[in-house]
């Protein structure tokens, strides 16, 4: 069964450093998501991704947060100057986009554990 | 303001039913509900998706009223692996469009 993959597993890096997520979506999956989810806390929306651009965003999604698909496989999220607060769990999902509905099914990774000291 | 509000936990027994209840004010007229399994240490897996009415699948029914604002997760006969955070997912309409999450639903399925 084909399945959202995302790495690394786990990120360390120090505060104010750039992080590049990657995440490879399922093969002919027409839209795609960053979602944060901090310890203990529930899932929050950050961004989908449709016809390469974006399609919607949260206000969590500011000025530090980009996404880019760089080829036909590849969803990246890149967070430019990290901060304490960023520390999370960063889940990609992708959908098929049948209904062209952000509420299409969607299919999570299984997570990239940032951790910024 | 646009939110989800779900119990913050639940317990229940091996081979009972479980209902968790999602309240949603100002949803997105067009979109889907949907709610979403989360174990520990993982991505959230999808379970069940609606749009009005009733849905049913192999694992799941979902209870959504005519005015949309909430929607229920039925588990019929509960096992110990059912035993996790349950989520609602929809899209709300305000000021802006938004995907929202639920706070999540901590089902604890007892022997």
């Known amino acids: 069964e084909p399945e959202v993959t995302q790495t690394p597993s786990h990120q360390v890096t120090q505060m104010g450093q750039e992080v590049i997520l990657r995440c490879v979506p399922i093969?002919?999956?027409?839209?795609f998501y960053w979602y944060r989810q901090i310890l203990g806390q529930k899932v929050e929306f950050l961004v989908s991704?449709?016809?390469?651009?974006?399609?919607?965003k949260s206000e969590i999604f500011d000025d530090q947060f980009s996404v880019e698909r760089p080829d036909g496989s590849n969803f990246t999220l890149k967070i430019r100057s990290t901060k304490l607060e960023d520390s999370a769990m960063y889940f990609c999902?992708?959908?098929?986009?049948?209904?062209?509905?952000?509420?299409?099914?969607?299919?999570f990774g299984p997570g990239t554990r940032l951790t910024v000291l | 303001l646009a939110k989800t509000t779900q119990p913050i936990s639940m317990d229940s027994y091996e081979g009972q039913e479980v209902n968790i209840t999602c309240s949603h004010n100002?949803?997105?007229?067009?979109?889907?509900i949907t709610w979403y399994q989360q174990f520990p240490s993982q991505g959230p897996r999808f379970i069940i998706q609606?749009?009005?009415t009733k849905v049913t699948n192999e694992v799941a029914s979902l209870f959504i009223p005519a005015d949309r604002k909430s929607s229920t997760l039925s588990l019929p006969r509960v096992s110990l692996s059912d035993t996790a955070v349950y989520y609602c997912?929809?899209?709300?309409?305000?000021?802006?469009?938004?995907?929202?999450f639920g706070s999540g639903t901590r089902l604890l399925v007892r022997p």
């Open positions: 093969s002919n999956h027409l839209y």
């Open positions: 991704f449709y016809n390469n651009e974006i399609s919607e």
């Open positions: 100002n949803i997105a007229t067009n979109d889907y």
């Open positions: 997912l929809v899209a709300l309409r305000g000021s802006s469009y938004k995907l929202i």
């Open positions: 609606g749009y009005k």
């Open positions: 999902a992708s959908s098929e986009g049948r209904y062209n509905s952000s509420t299409d099914t969607q299919y």
